[in-house]
């Protein structure tokens, strides 16, 4: 955890923002897997995590702002759990931790809260991403669990996206811890990058180093030859000397930051030149999309110039025709880049992602497009110092929507299908960074993993 003065300073933040009513913070509970007693790895809420830093499950935070009183409401340890988990504090050190100064049982939090509500006090709380949680505050509002989660406080919503998505020094420092195990996993998945090796041995070896160094994974690793698919789950696959190994992948510090890394690497240490041009179109979208950021870009914009370098690329391959900037106006790019430039990334990897994306990517000066492949971005808006966030474009053919669109010649005036086709079984390149907003302009975060075609290929025949 931070030092308490942290958690104390965020929550006077947040207080500002409100004159009255009750700021409510549902932590995490337990997860089960097949059974009660066999759990997933405990995750806190980030929220939780953010104002009220305690990694333990069963809590819940609740500023009073009428009162200006804060409490940590939870459960004693029992002798019993000692007898299972070891001594455990008391509820009021662990409030005295994150400088809390009333804690009170979680059994007294519906007569609590009830008090509250007769005295005619909102209660304002988050969006519910966990069924459970639906039902637990439906219990304790007397509310409809289908209906509860419509309830949540856009002005707590608001508040807190604003407060999150700004981040302090010792937060960049955890990314950065962050991505210091990425860059060990990343090279890693390099040096293993050989023919007879399996996706599943770099899955596994990449989620040891990150549960040895951090606090695991910061979401399942996509270590995939089909790297078309843009979240491929499947790791069964083993490696063949010219393929391309799509390797997307992130930790969490000790703190619960997130790093967000892909490299694409070709299996065995040499790109092929056909490999290699796309690669390059990639790689140059990229760092020509990190230049571009500042405070008071609009992302959308830093998007749209990446998609433009693609188009470009594309068509002095053949692949696409016309003018690049009316290729992107049309759409005809997401074809082969469908999905958005980045996202914000923090306590999430998709950070606030749970508090819904029209307010962490989207304002009133920036609404979200329907077009295919534009309409899946998730940070549009102006850029903010302090603002994190990833840097992804890709180049992938996915026959499914190769077949759909030329079944339907779609914006055949921009996509040369006939040699869309010759690279049918290409797979998918896609080059990601963790990006910091500074007050002039930007920072790429954490050490430098190979990227350029060089780099990469040295990475794969080193011996580490
Ligand atoms: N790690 C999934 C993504 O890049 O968004
Ligand atoms: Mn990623
Ligand atoms: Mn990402």
Avoid at 274 to 286: F, G, H, N, P, W
Avoid at 311 to 323: E, P, S, T, Y
Wanted: charged share 25%.
């Amino acid at each position: 955890m931070f030092e308490r003065q942290i958690y104390i300073n965020r929550r006077e933040e947040l207080k500002k923002k409100f004159k009255s009513g009750l700021l409510l913070f549902l932590g995490n509970d337990e997860a089960p897997i097949n059974y009660a007693g066999n759990t997933y790895n405990f995750r806190q809420d980030s929220s939780f995590l953010y104002y009220f830093g305690l990694p333990i499950p069963n809590l819940a935070g609740i500023i009073d702002i009428d009162e200006n009183k804060e409490y940590l409401f939870g459960y004693e340890f029992t002798l019993e759990d000692i007898v299972w988990m070891g001594p455990q504090p008391k509820l009021a050190e662990l409030a005295e931790r994150v400088g809390v100064a009333n804690s009170e049982s979680i059994n007294n939090l519906k007569k609590f809260l009830k008090g509250k509500i007769s005295k005619g006090v909102k209660v304002h709380f988050l969006p519910l991403y966990r069924a459970e949680h639906n039902l637990k505050l439906a219990s304790l509002l007397d509310d409809d669990p289908f209906k509860i989660n419509k309830k949540a406080s856009k002005k707590l919503i608001e508040a807190v996206v604003e407060q999150r998505s700004v981040k302090s020094s010792e937060e960049i420092a955890e990314i950065e811890y962050a991505l210091e195990i990425a860059y060990q996993m990343h090279t890693t998945a390099m040096r293993m990058a050989k023919p007879g090796i399996t996706e599943n041995d770099i899955y596994a070896a990449l989620n040891g180093i990150a549960f040895s160094l951090g606090n695991g994974v910061s979401f399942h690793p996509i270590i995939s030859v089909n790297g078309q698919t843009l979240h491929n789950h499947f790791h069964g696959n083993q490696l063949k000397e010219g393929q391309l190994l799509v390797c997307d992948a992130g930790a969490e510090s000790l703190e619960f930051y997130a790093s967000d890394i892909t490299r694409t690497i070709p299996v065995g240490g040499k790109f092929s030149q056909r490999q290699k041009d796309i690669y390059e179109i990639v790689l140059t979208a990229q760092k020509n999309a990190i230049n571009m950021i500042k405070p008071g870009v609009k992302h959308v914009d830093v998007h749209l110039t990446a998609a433009k370098i693609i188009a470009a690329g594309l068509i002095q391959l053949g692949i696409m025709k016309g003018n690049p900037g009316e290729a992107v106006k049309a759409g005809a790019h997401a074809l082969f880049f469908p999905h958005g430039l980045g996202h914000m990334m923090g306590l999430d990897v998709h950070d606030m992602e749970g508090l819904g994306e029209q307010y962490v990517g989207y304002d009133d000066k920036t609404k979200r497009s329907d077009q295919f492949g534009l309409a899946y971005l998730r940070l549009a808006k102006e850029l903010k110092p302090g603002f994190v966030f990833t840097c992804e474009p890709g180049i992938y053919f996915i026959p499914e929507l190769i077949d759909q669109w030329k079944a339907k010649k779609k914006l055949k005036n921009f996509i040369n299908y006939d040699k869309v086709e010759e690279y049918r079984n290409f797979g998918g390149i896609r080059i990601e960074d963790n990006i910091l907003v500074t007050e002039n302009g930007y920072k790429v975060l954490g050490r430098l993993i190979p990227k350029e075609v060089a780099d990469v290929e040295a990475a794969v025949n080193s011996q580490g």
